[in-house]
T-cell receptor, first 112, second 114 residues
C-alpha cells in the first residue's frame, strides 16, 4: 500500500537550533517527493520537491531535503530555525500523477 | 499570476443537506485535485480532474463527486451530508513541470456540518 510516515508529530525547538524532520514512504515505482508547509492561518505552500537527479534538494527559506532511495526516506533539514518557522510540515509522495499521498504532518514550535 | 481561488471560504450546513464547492485553478493549469483535511485523518485525496475528465479517485463514498468545466474550473459536491464530513476541503492546481507535477493549493473551504 502507498503510504507516507512522518516520525515526529510535535517538535519544539529554540531559535537557532538545527531541525531535521523524518519522512519515510512506501510507494512502488518512480516517485516524486515533496515537503509542504502550512503556517498558522495560511494555506499549504510548496517548500521543496524532488523529481530526479541530485538527491539533495534546496527549497525556500533555507530548507533542504535529502532523498535516500535505499532507505525510502526524504528528510527535511534546516541548520538554524527561526520563530517564523513555526508551522505544520507535511511530507508527500506521488508517482507521475496528480494524486498526492500525505504524511500525518509534524507541528513545529520554535521558541524565541 | 493569481493563485488558486476557492469559494465559499466558510460554510455551515445541516446533516442531510448537500453542498457544492468551487475552485478556480491558476491560469493555464488544466488539472485540479481535491483533498479533505481533518485533524484525525489528515490530508486525504478525493479526486483529480484533467481536461474535464476524472483521472484519479480516492477512497471516498459516492456521495462525494466532482466535475471540471472547459475553462478548468472545478466543483465538488457532497450529497446527504454527515457530521463526519466537517473538514477543510482543499483544491490544488497542478503544473506539469520538468520531471513531474507540482501542486499549488488554495486557501480551502471550511465546511461545518451540524
Amino acid at each position: 500500500a502507498q503510504s507516507v510516515s512522518q516520525h515526529n508529530h510535535h517538535v519544539i525547538l529554540s531559535e537557532a537550533a538545527s531541525l531535521e524532520l523524518g519522512c519515510n514512504y512506501s510507494y512502488g515505482g518512480t516517485v516524486n517527493l515533496f515537503w509542504y508547509v502550512q503556517y498558522p492561518g495560511q494555506h499549504l505552500q510548496l517548500l521543496l520537491k524532488y523529481f530526479s537527479g541530485d538527491p539533495l534538494v534546496k527549497g525556500i527559506k533555507g530548507f533542504e531535503a535529502e532523498f535516500i532511495k535505499s532507505k525510502f526516506s526524504f528528510n527535511l533539514r534546516k541548520p538554524s530555525v527561526q520563530w517564523s518557522d513555526t508551522a505544520e510540515y507535511f511530507c508527500a509522495v506521488t508517482g507521475n500523477t496528480g494524486k498526492l499521498i500525505f504524511g500525518q504532518g509534524t507541528t513545529l514550535q520554535v521558541k524565541p | 499570476k493569481a493563485g488558486v481561488t476557492q469559494t465559499p471560504r466558510y460554510l455551515i450546513k445541516t446533516r442531510g443537506q448537500q453542498v457544492t464547492l468551487s475552485c478556480s485553478p491558476i491560469s493555464g493549469h488544466r488539472s485540479v485535485s481535491w483533498y479533505q483535511q481533518t485533524p484525525g485523518q489528515g490530508l486525504q485525496f478525493l479526486f483529480e480532474y484533467f481536461s474535464e475528465t476524472q483521472r484519479n479517485k480516492g477512497n471516498f463514498p459516492g456521495r462525494f463527486s466532482g466535475r471540471q468545466f472547459s475553462n478548468s474550473r472545478s466543483e465538488m459536491n457532497v450529497s446527504t451530508l454527515e457530521l463526519g464530513d466537517s473538514a477543510l476541503y482543499l483544491c490544488a492546481s497542478t503544473l506539469r513541470a520538468e520531471g513531474g507535477y507540482e501542486q499549488y493549493f488554495g486557501p480551502g473551504t471550511r465546511l461545518t456540518v451540524t
